[in-house]
C-alpha cells in the first residue's frame, strides 16, 4: 500500500505528490465552506446570519450560494508560503442548494448539496470535472424563548445572548479517492462520513451583533479497498478529528428601503492526524485560518436577503500547513417563510 505526503516535494513522485495536494486543496476549503454551519448567525434574521439557521420564530427556509475559488499557492507541513509554480491556474466552482425546516419551538433542520465544478492546469496538466458535492444535515436546538437582539440595553437580561447547540453530519456524496474517480483531478468529496457538535454563541444590540462559534468533528473509520480506481489490498482508513473556531463582528445601517449589515470574520479549521490500520497518520492533517467580508442586503422585513462575501487566507507564513492558500468569492440567496 502507498501512501504519498500532501506536500510539494522534488521526488520522483512529484507528479503524484502534487495531484494529492491539489486533492487536499479542494477538500481542505470545501471543509470549510460546503457544511454552512453555525457560523456567524443572527437570531433576527437578515444581517451576518447563516443561510442555514432558521430565525427565532420563522417556520422555513430557502437558500441558493454560487462561490469561486482561486489558489494562490500553499503552506507546507512548517506552515511556509509556497508559491504555485509558474502558468498555474487552479479554481473551483460551486452551487449550493439548500433549506431549513423548524420542527419544534425550540428544534430546526437544514440540509444542504453542492455540485462543484473543478478546473486545474498544473504542471502541464490540464482537467475539468464536476459532480456533486458532500451534502451536510445538520439539527440545531434554541436554548432561548425570545428574540434575543435588543435595540437597548435596559437591565442585565438584556445582555443575554443566543445560544444555539446542534449536531451536524457530512454525507459522502462527492466523487472520492475511494469511488469510481481515477484522478484527483476529479476529487468533490471526502469519502467519509463525519459527525460534528456545535456552539454558537450570538449577540445582536443594534446596531451591533457579535457571535462565536466553535465545532468538534469525528470522521467514521472505513475499509478501503480501492484508490483511484484501482484495486489494492484492504485497509482500514480515518481522517483525523476536526476543530472549526469562528468569530464575526457585524454592524447594520436601516436605510429607507432594505438594511445592510458589514460583518468581517475570522475562521480556523484544524484537522488532526488520521489513522491507517490504526496507526497514527499525519500525511492528511492540516490548518486552515481565514479572514473574510460580507455585505448583507436586507428587505425591512428580513424575508429575503442578498449576501456577498470575499474569503481570504493570507500569503503570509504560519496561516496555514499542508493547505492550499485561497481567495474565494460567494453570493447567496435565500428568503424565509414566517
Same mark, same amino acid.
Given at each position: 500500500m502507498k501512501r504519498t505526503n500532501f506536500i510539494f516535494q522534488k521526488t520522483k513522485y512529484q507528479k503524484r505528490k502534487s495531484e494529492k495536494f491539489i486533492q487536499a486543496a479542494i477538500l $481542505?476549503? $470545501? $471543509?470549510? #465552506?460546503?457544511? #454552512?454551519?453555525l457560523h456567524a448567525a443572527s437570531c433576527c434574521g437578515g444581517g451576518s446570519s447563516s443561510s442555514l439557521i432558521l430565525p427565532k420564530f420563522s417556520s422555513s427556509m430557502v437558500s441558493f450560494a454560487a462561490s469561486?475559488? #482561486? &489558489?494562490? +499557492?500553499?503552506?507546507?507541513a512548517n506552515g511556509l508560503h509556497v508559491p504555485d509554480p509558474a502558468n498555474s491556474d487552479l479554481k !473551483?466552482?460551486?452551487t449550493t442548494i439548500g433549506g431549513a425546516i423548524r420542527l419544534s419551538d425550540r428544534f430546526q433542520l437544514a440540509l444542504s448539496i453542492p455540485y462543484v465544478w473543478n478546473s486545474i492546469q498544473y504542471s502541464g496538466v490540464s482537467s475539468q470535472s464536476n459532480a456533486l458535492g458532500d451534502s451536510s444535515l445538520n439539527l440545531t436546538y434554541e436554548t432561548f424563548d *425570545? #428574540? @434575543?437582539c435588543v435595540w437597548k440595553v435596559r437591565d442585565f437580561r438584556d445582555l443575554m445572548p443566543a445560544i444555539y447547540i446542534g449536531v451536524g453530519f457530512l454525507i459522502p456524496t462527492g466523487d472520492s479517492p475511494y469511488s469510481d474517480t481515477t484522478s484527483n483531478f476529479h476529487i468533490t468529496? @471526502?469519502?467519509?462520513? @463525519? +459527525?460534528?457538535?456545535?456552539?454558537?454563541?450570538?449577540?445582536?444590540i443594534y446596531a451591533f451583533n457579535i457571535s462565536f462559534g466553535v465545532t468538534y468533528g469525528k470522521h467514521v473509520a472505513r475499509p478501503v479497498n480501492r484508490? &483511484?480506481?484501482? &484495486?489494492?489490498?484492504? &485497509?482500514?482508513? !480515518?481522517?483525523g478529528d476536526r476543530l472549526v473556531l469562528n468569530t464575526a463582528m457585524g454592524y447594520s445601517? *436601516?436605510?429607507?428601503?432594505?438594511?445592510?449589515?458589514l460583518t468581517g470574520a475570522y475562521s480556523r479549521v484544524e484537522e488532526f492526524d488520521g489513522k491507517i490500520g490504526g496507526k497514527s497518520d499525519p500525511f492528511t492533517a492540516f490548518t486552515k485560518n481565514t479572514l473574510s467580508f460580507t455585505a448583507s442586503f436586507a428587505s425591512l422585513d428580513k424575508n429575503r436577503v442578498f449576501k456577498f462575501t470575499v474569503a481570504h487566507n493570507p500569503e503570509t507564513d504560519f496561516w496555514g500547513s499542508n493547505t492550499p492558500a485561497t481567495n474565494t468569492f460567494s453570493i447567496e440567496v435565500w428568503n424565509v417563510f414566517r
Open positions: $481542505a476549503f $470545501a $471543509a470549510w #465552506v460546503i457544511p #454552512v454551519d469561486s475559488e #482561486v &489558489y494562490h +499557492g500553499s503552506f507546507d !473551483q466552482y460551486k *425570545n #428574540v @434575543r468529496g @471526502r469519502g467519509f462520513y @463525519r +459527525g460534528d457538535l456545535k456552539l454558537l454563541i450570538d449577540k445582536s484508490e &483511484y480506481g484501482v &484495486y489494492v489490498t484492504p &485497509y482500514t482508513k !480515518q481522517l445601517f *436601516n436605510l429607507d428601503f432594505m438594511s445592510l449589515t
